[in-house]
């Protein structure tokens, strides 16, 4: 069974640009998690999607936005872009309230962003 | 206010000796709690999970209640320890609640 795919693996940006990021679950998963991990500041939650729905979301600024697509999939936006946002960004995917639902979370390999 | 604390941001010790990466957390009801661990160039992956109660590469967590801590040990650090560990909890309305995380390197 394929896991959480992310794409792109690596992306170069320049500040006040646009960043998209995207994410594939496991099939079945329908909760969609975004993490942003800083050089030295671990895991920082940005956003959480079950249903299509926003669920809770992070202590970070308007500009960073997402979405969750009918088939699950989700993909998070990262506005007017800062020298700061550059970090790893994890998406996980987990059976949330579901048969099955062992709180687990599965993380993808992340997408690095670069911002210059 | 729910809450996990990993006082440890680093935690160094040789191959061989007792690991314990301590883990606190602040929750008024029953919580359930994780840990999380990320090797170099790997993916983040779930080590254990108190419930299911096991020992998973020679790990174990005991859910102190009292104490309100959810510490992870291992009798004797190997080298393919080194990582980085995270504790986490879910609580009401499955809200995951991370730890800052406790880097783990194992001298040889």
Known sequence: ?116 | AQRVTQPEKLLSVFKGAPVELKCNYSYSGSPELFWYVQYSRQRLQLLLRHISRESIKGFTADLNKGETSFHLKKPFAQEEDSAMYYCALRGINYQLIWGAGTKLIIKP
Not at chain 1, 4 to 30: D, N
Not at chain 1, 46 to 73: A, C
């Open chain 1, 1 to 116: 069974e394929a896991g959480v795919t992310q794409s792109p693996t690596h992306l170069i940006k320049t500040r006040g640009q646009q960043a998209t990021l995207r994410c594939s679950p496991i099939s079945g998963h329908t909760s969609v998690y975004w993490y942003q991990q800083a050089l030295g500041l671990g895991l920082q939650f940005l956003l959480w999607y079950d249903e299509g729905e926003e669920r809770n979301r992070g202590n970070f600024p308007p500009r960073f936005s997402g979405r969750q697509f009918p088939n699950y999939s989700s993909e998070l936006n990262v506005n007017a872009l800062e020298l700061e946002d550059s970090a790893l960004y994890l998406c996980a995917s987990s059976l949330i309230g579901l048969a099955g639902d062992t709180g687990e979370l599965f993380f993808g390999e992340g997408s690095r962003l670069t911002v210059l």
